[in-house]
């Protein structure tokens, strides 16, 4: 029998892997590690005995139905043995036809692959693991190649996007980004994934998202560079920075407006002062600014209380900028002072007409909680640009003063300041 496989006893016995001759169903030879593989103390243990006795229950149909069909398996087949005392093992198993006729002889030859099912099983627990931490991570992680091409997108990148993976693997990165920029941003990411602009890995840079419905919103790219053999492999980790970004410019509105009023206060008038000033400058306009305080605001809030006195600021505000025009400025810089800057005037006599307008609208009572009623004035300053003065402080102290004169003079009116240096000559 073993005239017919090529091999003699001596290199079967130096083989590794299981071999063994089997005629008729039966172990007919088994080579010394086939031994020790079944747990066998001798050769009555297996010799005389069906390959089947050694062949685990889960395979019990398969091998029943003769061990021809195996040697139709050029390749082989894996098939878990069933040694004598110890577990299963799972084996490789290849069975070549030695004799044909009656009574059939065939080679089976085991190799076994416990340790490559134990490792495999491991790497898909792995796996199983990374994909697991993948899907719950709140970053879109996705695996590209040098062409831009998506070869990977964890459960995060489907939500943020709005794409499922199947319409997303093979495309281009590229439809993840703003349709206006995608030119400009394919030749930014090229661009960084030449050998000289390896220090741009790993960095977060701030860039627009645009999902399927063509919303976009703002993201935090960091990218790492990965081979896979000769193969480039680029891994984009992008997080939404949507919340974080309205966050900030919450703080920063907060940082330059009015709590209560919504409107600038003195921080961010004195510089829109500043830029009104320079664009005046340029295009050779009168520019007017307005001191504007309240007359008997104090009454109101020891009288009626301060929840009275917030509303009437909230409706001073309101009415202040219905008179002006949307590229002007109301700003609250103190308790009950307000300012106003009115850009690119014909003539002072706008300012006037402007001043009469929010005058009118301040003398009419605001209602308060409790259906009650305040009633305010507003004694209002006016300098204007470049008359009475080139620079921000020197027009508010202008039109401070102005402000001063008319509560000297009675209050609930308005007066430029060019008027009190004419009386001071």
Not at 340 to 351: C, G
Request: aromatic share 6%; charged share 25%.
């Amino acid at each position: 029998m073993l005239k017919q496989s090529g091999l003699g006893p001596e290199l079967l016995g130096a083989i590794s892997n299981l071999v063994c001759v089997v005629k008729d169903g039966r172990i007919a030879y088994i080579n010394t590690a086939g031994m020790n593989m079944l747990g066998a103390q001798d050769g009555d243990d297996v010799i005389g005995h069906p390959l089947a006795d050694f062949v685990h229950a889960d395979y019990a149909e398969l091998i029943a139905l003769g061990i021809e069909v195996f040697a139709e398996e050029d390749a082989g087949v894996p098939l878990k043995l069933k040694p004598l005392k110890s577990s299963s093992i799972d084996v490789h198993m290849r069975v070549r036809l030695l004799e044909a006729g009656e009574g059939e002889t065939y080679m089976v030859e085991c190799r076994d692959i416990s340790s490559f099912i134990k490792a495999s099983q491991e790497a898909r627990e792995r796996e199983q693991r990374l994909a697991g931490v993948l899907g719950t991570v709140m970053d879109a992680i996705i695996t590209i190649d040098a062409d831009g091409l998506m070869q990977t997108v964890n459960t995060r990148t489907e939500s943020m996007f709005g794409y499922e993976k199947k319409d997303m693997l093979g495309h281009h990165i590229n439809m993840l980004l703003p349709t206006e920029y995608r030119e400009h941003h394919e030749n930014c990411v090229a661009d960084s994934y030449k050998v000289d602009k390896k220090s741009t890995y790993g960095v977060a840079m701030e860039m627009e998202g645009q999902t399927s419905q063509g919303l976009l919103f703002h993201t935090e790219l960091s990218v790492t560079e990965l081979h896979e053999g000769r193969r480039r492999l680029f891994t984009w980790v992008i997080r939404d920075i949507t919340d974080r970004k309205k966050a900030l410019a919450e703080l920063e509105h907060m940082a330059h407006h009015d709590t209560l009023t919504g409107l600038p206060n003195r921080n961010l008038f004195n510089d829109l002062m500043k830029r009104a000033i320079q664009r005046c400058t340029r295009t050779e306009q009168l520019l007017a600014v307005m001191f504007v305080d309240l007359d008997k605001f104090k009454p109101v809030n020891d009288d009626l209380g301060h929840d009275a006195g917030d509303a009437v600021l909230k409706a001073v505000a309101q009415r202040m900028a219905s008179h002006v025009r949307s590229s002007d400025t109301v700003a609250r810089i103190g308790g009950d002072e307000f300012v106003a800057i009115l850009e690119n005037i014909d003539h002072a006599e706008s300012a006037a007409i402007v001043a009469q307008k929010i005058i009118t609208s301040l003398t009419e009572p605001v209602e308060v909680d409790g259906g009650l009623k305040a009633q305010i004035g507003a004694s209002i300053g006016i300098s204007i640009f470049p008359d009475d003065g080139t620079t921000a402080d020197a027009l508010i102290k202008g039109a401070d003063q102005a402000m001063y004169a008319v509560k000297a003079a009675g209050r609930n009116n308005f007066k430029f300041f060019n008027t009190l240096k004419s009386t001071e000559k």
